[in-house]
Every structure is written in C-alpha cells, then in structure tokens.
C-alpha cells in the first residue's frame, strides 16, 4: 500500500526518533540486568544493542541499494546466528551504540531530502521477496522501539526474578 506523504513524514520521525528511545531504555537497566536472559535462547539486553547495531548497518545499506542500484537484491541474514557467531554477549556495548547513533543520524540526513518519487523503488529481498523503499521505511521507523519494548520486557520480568 502506498505511503502518503504525511505517513511517510511520521515513518521518518520514528526512525530518527529510535536511537533516542534505545538509548534512554538501556539508561534504566541496572548494571546487574543488563546480560540477564529471561529465558534460554533470548537476548540479554546488552545482545539486542549489539543486534541493532549489526541491523542499523545493514539497514543503512539496504535503503541505498534500493535507492541506488538497478534491480537491488537485498539480502536477508540470520539474526540468531550473528548473536551467537559474532559472541553480542561479549562485545563491549559503546561501539554499538555509537554504531546506531552514527548510522541512524547519517541515514536520517539522507533521508530526508529523497524526492517522494523514489520511495516507489523496488528491489528483491532474499526471504521475502519484492521490496520497496517504502517497505524498508515500515520496518525501521519501528525496528528499534521494538527492541525498546524488548528490553523493557526483559527488565521487568528481570525485577520479578529477582524479587522471589
């Protein structure tokens, strides 16, 4: 479905919104909750700011190959497999956020000034077939408040565990 100028507008503000969000999440887990799992094969919140980072990169590529390429193939990755190969629980946690900071004001700045026309540009994703830059948009303008939402589920069910 196509994206009026106006969605288009409050899309773009969530995402330049999203590293703000994310940020200010992590400033209310305590020092002691932030590799705290809440169950066996989910991400600590410390995992889910290395996942974002690795999914702002290549966000940021994604919507310039759209932009940019002709007959973009967008490809897909397995997220688990990241986490676990490149070891998130390990990783120090500032890189990433710079990596999310700096990725999301860059893309933003760029974002800004497309001519609505582009936004009509088509390329093919690797698991999910035909996709657009307003698909792209859809998704990113929420993918970091949902990994908000995640980390402060993992907080409170973190403070339940804890309380027993």
Known sequence: M????????????????????????????????RHWRPAPGKWSAHEVICHCADSEMNAAARIRYLLCEKEPVILGYDQDCWSRVLDYEHHPVEPAFAVVDAVRANTTAMLAHLEDSIWERQGRHTDSG???AEDWLRIYAGHLEVHTRQIERNLEQWKRATSS
């Open 2 to 33: 196509k994206q009026t100028a106006d969605e288009r507008h409050d899309m773009l503000e969530r995402y330049a919104n999203g590293a703000r969000l994310l940020h200010e999440v992590w400033d209310r887990v305590p020092d002691e909750a």
């Open 130 to 132: 035909e996709f657009s």
